[in-house]
């Protein structure tokens, strides 16, 4: 149980372009959801909070107008990186934390961001 | 701010062998501590957590301690395998359960057979 899935798995697109990053639990409900960026050998980088229904709550020095995050449904989030540039290239991850009282959270395999 | 900080790695060691992983942390008030493990090619996975004081987690022959008094959370496996290769995060999350974890910046693990 407790599987979070993400789309895709690694996508490559030009610069300026849009991209749209899919987080799923598909076995639990969320009510909360955290992406998080991760440079090549180095932390994950919390992004933002996203809370179903509401707006996400955005980490300091974070562009909330470039990453575009909606959290429609107990059970989806989406990261859409708009106006991509090669500095955006990077490893994004989602995690989901389910409505129960553990506060623990479950992690997407994480998606592979490339912006030539 | 709070923050989490790894021994660096790779840490490269042969099957058998015993497991050290420091891990100090800097926090206000009293967090709870956790380690994650990233399998390649996977997301990570809870390993362990402890929630106060002296507390021990422990999984899949994987040890942490809570330490107040040196904030540590080392962790430690007494005989490694080839595969526990992976990458392992130490990380820590604040009282007011936000939920939001504060990572450090992983070890790498690479167990030889």
């Known amino acids: 149980g407790a599987v979070v899935s993400q789309h895709p798995s690694r996508v490559i697109c030009k610069s300026g372009t849009s991209v749209k990053i899919e987080c799923r639990s598909l076995?639990?409900?969320?009510?909360?959801m955290f992406w998080y960026r991760q440079f090549p050998k180095q932390s994950l980088m919390l992004m933002a909070t996203?809370?179903?229904?509401?707006?996400?709550?955005?980490e300091q020095g974070v562009e909330k107008d470039k990453f575009l995050i909606n959290h429609a449904s107990l059970t989806l989030s989406t990261l859409t990186v708009t106006s991509a540039h090669p500095e955006d290239s990077s490893f994004y991850i989602c995690?989901?934390?389910?409505?129960?009282?553990?506060?623990?959270?479950?992690f997407g395999p994480g998606t592979r961001l490339t912006v030539t | 701010g709070d923050s989490v900080t790894q021994m660096e790695g790779p840490v490269t060691l042969s099957e058998e062998a015993f497991l050290t992983i420091n891990c100090t942390y800097t926090?206000?008030?009293?967090?709870?501590l956790f380690w994650y493990v990233q399998y390649p090619g996977e997301g990570l996975q809870l390993l362990l957590k402890?929630?106060?004081?002296?507390d021990k987690g422990s999984n899949k022959g994987f040890e942490a301690t809570y330490r107040k008094e040196t904030t540590s959370f080392h962790l430690e496996k007494g005989s490694v395998q080839v595969s526990d290769s992976a990458v392992y995060f130490c990380?820590?999350?604040?009282?007011?359960?936000?939920?939001?974890?504060?990572f450090g910046q992983g070890t790498t693990l690479q167990v030889k057979p």
């Open positions: 995690s989901a934390q389910s409505s129960g009282s553990t506060y623990e959270q479950y």
């Open positions: 076995d639990f409900q969320a009510t909360t």
């Open positions: 996203s809370n179903e229904g509401s707006k996400a709550t955005y």
């Open positions: 926090a206000t008030g009293y967090p709870s």
């Open positions: 402890a929630t106060k004081a002296d």
């Open positions: 990380a820590l999350s604040d009282r007011g359960n936000t939920g939001k974890l504060i």
